[in-house]
């Protein structure tokens, strides 16, 4: 063999290094051996050529042959390497063999017919099947000692899997080798844990931790002394067991936190927005979770059309821009011609859609066109319908988005100082006579039809499901005037009428309905104060951005929450009437 020198000193060392060699060459020849199975014959040249490649991909062990090692391949590059011992795993329908399709455009037999009259050889999509198996041959040729063949029961979700033809035919038909009786290892950890095969000094430090704890041991000691976890466990056994446990109250580990007065203090310093406390009214943790915790909800890119909230987002900036340049017009006062007022309109729409197109991009070209349209037939109608209201009201825009404070004084705690409210108003209209001022929100709506939360804004704001309403009507304008009403204008592409309107008189505060209402938002700025975010679900949670964070599906927490006296007096609230007057 070139290169090997006779040398005394290293007589020890070579005699190793020569068996590796002879090794190595030899599993070449048997590796060869194995193309015997083909049935083909090849020419010399064909025969050196690929004796050669192979001789390029031996590999001599770096340590002597007891520490050969693990390799771990896919079945491909494993083809044509002897093994000791090897593993063969996913021995399953469809994975070993892979399920392989015909090519619909291109079925076999029209590949048979290139090939026949024209010459043109394709290859066949199901010839991949003998190749496969050709595959599978070779590996089993390939363990020189023993051979394990693995499959799997079930997935993970524990639907059963089939097992591999290739498995089946290997027990009928037999081989060769001693065979041992197929082994069935338990689905269960702790029943696993019961056979040779797991004995502990063989597992890892998260099996033996997770096997004490099945066995009903404390794992702590094991966990501090590998890597410092053991505090971690502790909190979570101890949080665990409060959460599986029978009581029926609720508890820090479901939301009650407890008051937290520099919280507090904070919001009424800043001053309250309707939303959030909204958004308390619907479901506390869903608040905790956005307004304590401030998570941020994963938002899925949107392939198709765009979503709601941006078709809302964009009607408000198109309505915007396009009645500040008509105020500038002169109108309402001023009469414009159609055609000016539709010029407006679509110069508005124009500016916003690009400054969308190039902040955002617009996705697919079609959905995008279908936006636009939507939008500034909604805009065109919201423009004509006020055209009229204005005209029979006598309110006329003054303002756009504006930010605006007020007071909410009439709640019965005296150790609350007056709160302070804020928010931001789409628009403020004004009337000359008599003098008064009305807030116009604007809402998309993309049901087909009007929800009855929407119709009566009075009973909506006493169950706490529109609370922007009750607090607009007391924000001060300009002149420390308060508003004489808030109108919701709805822009529905799917209702029966695209513009509806919905209003909420200022004075409701002072009617039957008003004694309801402040009660209303003492109950949540109760819970607020002492900290209360328990889980309140109900149908809005299929469309909630923290269901993911909640534990609405578990049991116990459900219970606790459900029959709970702080999510009794909200569900209370949401069942309140009020009187039409
Ligand atoms: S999923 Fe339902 S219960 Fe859970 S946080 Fe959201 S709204 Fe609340």
Redesign the pocket.
């Known amino acids: 063999i070139p290169g090997l020198v006779a040398d005394s000193s290293e007589e020890e060392e070579r005699s190793d290094r020569l068996a590796a060699l002879g090794a190595a060459i030899h599993g070449v020849f048997a590796q060869l051996r194995q193309l015997d199975r083909l049935g083909e014959t090849v020419s010399w040249d064909e025969w050196a050529r690929t004796f050669a490649q192979a001789m390029e991909r031996a590999r001599l062990p770096i340590e002597p042959s007891p520490h050969a090692g693990v390799q771990v391949l896919d079945a491909m590059a494993a083809r044509g390497v002897p093994f000791r011992a090897l593993f063969l795993l996913g021995l399953n329908e469809k994975i070993f063999p892979r399920f392989i399709r015909e090519d619909a455009f291109l079925r076999d037999r029209n590949r048979r017919v290139l090939d026949a009259t024209l010459g043109y050889k394709v290859d066949e999509k199901l010839a991949g099947y003998d190749e496969e198996r050709l595959l599978f041959a070779l590996l089993q040729q390939a363990a020189r000692q023993r051979l394990y063949l693995l499959y799997q029961r079930a997935d993970a979700e524990g639907r059963s899997l089939a097992v591999s033809a290739y498995l089946d035919e290997v027990q009928r038909v037999g081989s060769d080798r001693p065979r041992e009786p197929e082994l069935r290892l338990p689905r269960r950890l702790s029943d696993r844990l019961s056979l040779p095969l797991f004995a502990r000094p063989l597992l890892t430090r998260e099996e033996l931790a997770l096997g004490l704890i099945l066995q009903d041991q404390d794992p702590s000691a094991l966990l501090e002394a590998a890597g410092g976890e053991a505090l971690l466990f502790r909190h979570g056994m101890h949080a665990l067991r409060l959460l599986e446990g029978e009581t029926h109250e609720l508890g820090p580990h479901d939301g009650l936190v407890g008051r937290f007065d520099r919280r507090w203090e904070a919001l009424a310093a800043r001053g309250l927005a309707p939303t959030p406390l909204q958004q308390y009214a619907?479901?506390p943790?869903?608040y905790f979770?956005s307004q304590v915790l401030r998570l941020e909800p994963v938002r899925q890119p949107a392939m198709g059309e765009l979503p709601a909230q941006v078709l809302g987002e964009l009607c408000h900036a198109v309505l915007r821009s396009c009645y500040q340049r008509l105020v500038a017009a002169g109108w309402p006062q001023r009469e414009l011609p159609p055609a000016s007022v539709q010029d407006h309109v679509r110069c508005a729409a124009g500016e916003v859609f690009a400054a969308y197109e190039s902040g955002h991009g617009t996705g697919y070209a079609l959905t995008w066109q279908l936006a636009q349209d939507t939008i500034l037939a909604l805009v065109t109608a919201v423009v004509e319908e006020d055209q009229e209201d204005c005209r029979a009201s006598g309110f006329h825009p003054i303002g756009f988005e504006v930010e605006a404070e007020g007071t909410l004084s009439v709640l019965d705690r005296p150790e609350w100082k007056p709160l302070k409210v804020r928010g931001r108003l789409d628009r403020v209209d004004r009337r000359e006579t008599p003098p008064g001022f009305r807030l116009v929100d604007y809402k998309y709506r993309q049901g087909s039809k009007m929800k009855d939360d929407d119709k009566n804004l009075v009973l909506s704001a006493v169950r706490g499901f529109r609370l922007q309403p009750p607090l607009y009507a007391l924000m001060t304008i300009s002149d420390r005037s308060l508003p004489e009403r808030v109108e919701f204008v709805f822009l529905a592409p799917h209702w029966e009428s695209v513009v509806t309107r919905s209003r909420f008189e200022a004075s409701s505060w002072h009617a039957e309905a008003g004694q309801k209402l402040k009660q209303t938002v003492q109950t949540l700025l109760e819970g607020v104060e002492a900290g209360q975010y328990f889980?309140?679900?109900?149908g809005?949670?299929d469309h909630?951005?923290?269901?993911a964070?909640?534990r609405?599906y578990h049991g116990p927490t459900w219970w606790r929450a459900h029959s709970s006296a702080p999510a009794r007096r909200l569900r209370q609230l949401r069942k309140q009437k009020v009187s039409r007057t």
């Open positions: 619907r479901c943790f869903q979770s889980i309140l679900p109900d809005y949670c909630c951005e923290f269901t964070a909640c609405r």
